[in-house]
């Protein structure tokens, strides 16, 4: 028998899809006003400290960049007060996570997460031959943390909890994690993926992983949401100094780039920047919100800069997605989540929402005659 090249379980995985850009909508649809909703990016774009201090980097590009990230990681250390040994770098926390599946996942191992939960780490998690085992969510779409509890056990190697959650935008609480971290083996590697907690931090029940100190917890988290820097694919994570050797010993050398690194630099040095994205993203959700709730979709209640909501079919999910589409609006349809009866809406500048709302008036007539609303 021959032998595979491929092993089966990359056969079997999707090429993961990302939200439509915005050129290639221009392009399909000859429109000029295009709201890229799909993609959970920073409306208002990165830092001037960041632009200021990626261009002056410009000039460098010849020269490999510190392998070590010596700058960042002290910017790092000052705010989290943690040492270097304590962090490691990657492009974006998607590049951190390939560095776990790397040094910890072997073929065979067992992987816990919750259903439907975020993509990345699934193709990650498989591409290294993990046997995922999922929990289903609650009725209200949040992680179900009791039947994670009962799941978890001494052949559990990794278990991955996106907190806020993508797609759904829920989140598990402090009492929930405390809860839940009694029942995990000191052996199990947790991964707490934080990567919208700029937009959490202010929720009074959520659990900042850095006020606790697991051995066996790892934190990640990235500069492509709120610092609005998605384009250089700069991520971090904390955790304990064996875990990071491990990490340094897989991860491929000069990542971030030098660009990352010194726009990741100057986006941590503006916090009012910062300021105002939360800002905005707190006052366009609220108007989102009451937008999708007068309109009967009663979306799911959430602590980041996107929303999903319930079509209750694919075909509903499409129509949406397509007639969106064809009036320069760009939204993210789930089925990739195994959610084909839901679409997540980022959260954009005020004209975006409003672009958004315009073209969900003149959809919904239609839409209604033939899908109406999900129970």
Not at 190 to 201: N, P, T
Not at 204 to 215: G, I, N, V
Request: proline share 6%; aromatic share 12%; with cysteine.
């Amino acid at each position: 028998m021959q032998k595979r090249l491929i092993p089966e379980y990359i056969e079997k995985l999707k090429v993961y899809q990302s939200g439509k850009p915005i050129e290639e909508v221009a392009r399909e649809k000859g429109l000029t006003k295009i709201s890229k909703l799909a993609s959970n990016e920073n409306p208002l774009g990165p830092s001037p400290y960041a632009i200021r201090e990626m261009t002056n980097a410009l000039w460098d590009v010849h020269r490999y960049p510190d392998m070590h990230a010596t700058d960042l990681k002290k910017k790092l250390c000052e705010l989290y007060n943690v040492k270097p040994a304590n962090i490691i770098l990657g492009n974006g926390s998607e590049g951190i996570m390939a560095y776990i599946a790397r040094a910890f996942i072997q073929p065979g191992d067992e992987v816990l997460t919750a259903e439907k939960t975020f993509i990345g780490f699934h193709i990650l998690a498989t591409g290294a031959g993990a046997k995922i085992v999922t929990c289903p969510r609650t009725h209200d779409m949040r992680y179900d943390v009791k039947a994670l509890a009962e799941a978890v056990n001494e052949n559990t190697k990794v278990l991955y909890i996106a907190n806020p959650d993508n797609p759904t935008g829920t989140y598990i609480t402090e009492h929930e994690f405390d809860y839940l971290m009694q029942y995990v083996p000191k052996h199990t590697l947790v991964i707490l993926d934080e990567a919208y907690f700029e937009f959490a931090q202010s929720t009074w029940d959520y659990p900042d992983s850095m006020k606790y100190r697991y051995d066996n917890v790892i934190t990640l988290r990235t500069f492509s949401k709120a610092f609005g820097l998605s384009g250089i694919r700069v991520g971090y994570g904390f955790a304990n100094e064996e875990f990071i050797t491990a990490l340094h010993k897989v991860k491929l050398p000069f990542e971030p780039n030098l660009i990352g690194q010194k726009g990741a630099h100057g986006a941590l040095s503006d916090y009012p920047h910062l300021e105002r994205t939360i800002r905005n993203n707190t006052k366009r959700y609220y108007e989102i919100l009451k937008f999708l709730d007068q309109k009967g979709f009663n979306p799911v209640r959430s602590i980041t800069n996107f929303i999903c909501f319930k079509t209750g079919s694919l075909e509903a999910s499409d129509y949406l997605f397509d007639e969106l589409l064809n009036r320069g609006v760009i939204i993210r349809p789930l089925k990739a989540n195994n959610m084909p009866d839901w679409v997540r809406v980022s959260i954009g500048l005020k004209e975006e929402l409003k672009h958004f709302f315009d073209a969900m008036e003149e959809i919904l007539p239609e839409y209604d005659k033939k899908y109406g609303r999900p129970d």
